[in-house]
């Protein structure tokens, strides 16, 4: 029981699905931890005894992270969503969520999934979502950013508002190198600026 317990614990921590299968994934690294202090009783090994009462104690914070205090936060997050799409305001979508959301484009055909997005702080928008394509698990995988006016956000996943193909011929990203802008994101950030400044005459004028 002990090994297998392990054994199935680190797969379902390791694959990163989400906060419910990590704690449940502890509860099970919690049992084996137990069935390997019961073989060290049953053996005399006291090292053995004392590694895993260790680690049984670890498991137990892991169960209250993330059955307990993640899990809260993505309950939350998740009725937001909810919620949002049936207001007449905006649809909303954790910004923890994106990194993992299935991505297709305009035709419906799959592309790859999002790893993550850059946003600007002057004006808190969304400046480019890095999506990957290719590759098993993760290995050689190819990561390529799109603007943000090129991507339709659904809660359920992301869609390109172009043809597969034409994603594929956006520049690829060496790893560790991000820039700073990609083209179509400056042409937001101008208009944002734009209108900020806009902004700012309209109240100098209404003082």
């Not at 392990?6 to 797969?11: E, F, H, K, R, S």
């Not at 299968?21 to 053996?43: A, D, E, H, N, P």
């Not at 790859?112 to 946003?119: F, L, R």
Request: aromatic share 6%; net charge neutral.
């Amino acid at each position: 029981m002990a090994p297998v317990a392990t054994m199935i614990a680190a797969m379902m921590t390791a694959a990163n699905l989400g906060a419910r299968v990590t704690g449940w994934g502890f509860v099970v690294f919690t049992v084996g931890s137990i069935g390997w202090s019961l073989v060290g009783l049953g053996s005399g090994q006291t090292n053995l005894v004392a590694t895993n009462v260790f680690l049984t104690l670890v498991n137990l914070v892991g169960v209250w992270r993330w059955l307990g205090r993640q899990r809260g936060y993505e309950d939350g997050a998740r009725s937001a969503s909810r919620s949002s799409r049936k207001s007449p305001g905006s649809s909303l979508f954790s910004a923890t969520s994106l990194s993992g959301l299935p991505v297709s484009d305009m035709r419906g055909e799959t592309v790859g999934s999002s790893v993550d997005a850059m946003i600007e702080c002057e004006t808190g928008r969304v400046s480019y979502v890095v999506v990957a394509s290719g590759g098993l698990g993760g290995i050689e995988e190819t990561l390529r950013p799109v603007p943000l006016a090129s991507v339709d956000c659904h809660a359920d996943g992301l869609i390109l508002l172009e043809a597969k193909s034409q994603f594929e011929r956006r520049p690829e990203l060496g790893a560790g190198e991000w820039p700073a802008h990609v083209p179509g994101a400056d042409r937001r950030k101008s208009e944002a600026s734009r209108r900020s400044a806009v902004d700012k005459e309209d109240v100098h004028a209404t003082v």
